[in-house]
């Protein structure tokens, strides 16, 4: 028998090891714990999922699925009551960019979108994984159509005591002289699409760092970690979702829609923002899945552990 190709041996000796690994696949990028996949990106726009959605929700450049330990899917992509929605991912809403105004987040307005534009890295170090990914926003309301921001993404994923943590690192930068402006609004930003069994008001939960559980008490909270969850399969699951205290105005408010499993955490809502040349809008998260019900001591401690991380 001949023997194996050496990248495929290394990929079959981590599996079997249980180590963290970052594959590209097709237009995906895969991380796994051995042979349990905990997340997939979307890289460049993929086929539509369903007949019945228009072209123009096609895109790239976003998390669409992230599993827990057990192999739940606590994410959603494409839901029919917003086409827009996927699993992470982070554009503006409501903008000003050269006296015009692109929505990057509403797609189905046809004024802005985010595109995928490359794979920079791949990589696995010391038990961790992750990449690091570029996308643009693009305002299509301007003719041509102009780029207003460059986005980088640095995904790090790692798995610690029945819990998977992966770590999301955004960093926005004006494409030319133009500042892109951010008036006041409730949503836009880090954005967060629970699994399609949590739609309606009693089948998503929530439960903030303050003790919040109330859906209208946790919308405009400013809160360090959030937790968001249900059932799936009969068994309970979910995702706390951290900001770190370095990002602008943290703890940053919160988005949480009234019936949808929908989080968002929305610095805007404090009041009108920009984001200019030279100056680089970074925002740092991190998100702990796990299995089972929400711990807030433990997410108290994972809050402490990741305001040590420079």
């Known amino acids: 028998m001949k023997a194996l190709p050496w990248i495929l041996a290394l990929v079959l000796s981590a599996a079997a090891a249980g180590e963290v690994t970052a594959v590209r696949d097709g237009k995906q990028i895969v991380v796994r714990a051995g042979e349990k996949e905990i ?8 086929e539509l999922p369903r007949a019945d959605i228009p072209e123009i929700f096609r895109r790239g450049g976003y998390i669409a699925s992230i599993h827990t330990p057990g192999g739940r ?53 010391d038990g961790r994984a992750g990449f690091t990914v570029r996308h643009r926003f693009v305002d299509i309301t301007a003719k041509p159509e102009k780029v207003a921001l460059l986005e980088t993404w640095k995904v790090t994923v790692s798995t610690a005591a029945k819990r998977h943590v992966i770590d999301l690192d955004i960093t926005q930068t004006c494409a030319g002289d133009s500042p892109l402006k951010l008036p006041e609004y409730h949503y836009g930003g880090l954005g967060f699409r629970g699994n399609g069994e949590w739609n309606g008001a009693g089948n998503c939960r ?22 968001v969850g249900g059932k799936v399969g009969g068994e309970t699951c979910g995702v706390t979702i951290l900001c770190h ?47 089972g019900e929400p711990e807030p001591k433990a997410a108290a401690e994972w809050a402490a552990e990741y305001a040590t991380v420079k």
């Open 73 to 125: 899917k606590v994410t959603d992509d494409f839901p029919k009551d917003h086409l827009h929605h996927h699993g992470v991912w982070s554009p503006w809403t409501k903008t000003e960019f050269e006296g015009r105004k692109p929505d990057f987040w509403n797609m189905g307005a046809g004024t802005g979108r985010v595109d995928f534009v490359a794979v920079d890295e791949l990589w696995q170090k």
């Open 245 to 291: 205290p370095s990002n602008f105005r943290a703890p940053q408010p919160i988005r949480a829609h009234p019936t949808e499993p929908f989080f968002c955490y929305a610095p805007q809502q404090g009041g009108a923002m920009e984001i200019v040349p030279g100056k680089p809008y970074v925002a740092r998260y991190r998100l702990v899945v796990a299995d």
């Open 206 to 227: 929530f439960l903030t760092a303050s003790g919040l559980s109330d859906r209208k008490e946790v919308n405009t909270a400013k809160e360090p970690w959030c937790w």
């Open 39 to 46: 997340l997939r990106y979307q890289a460049e726009a993929g």
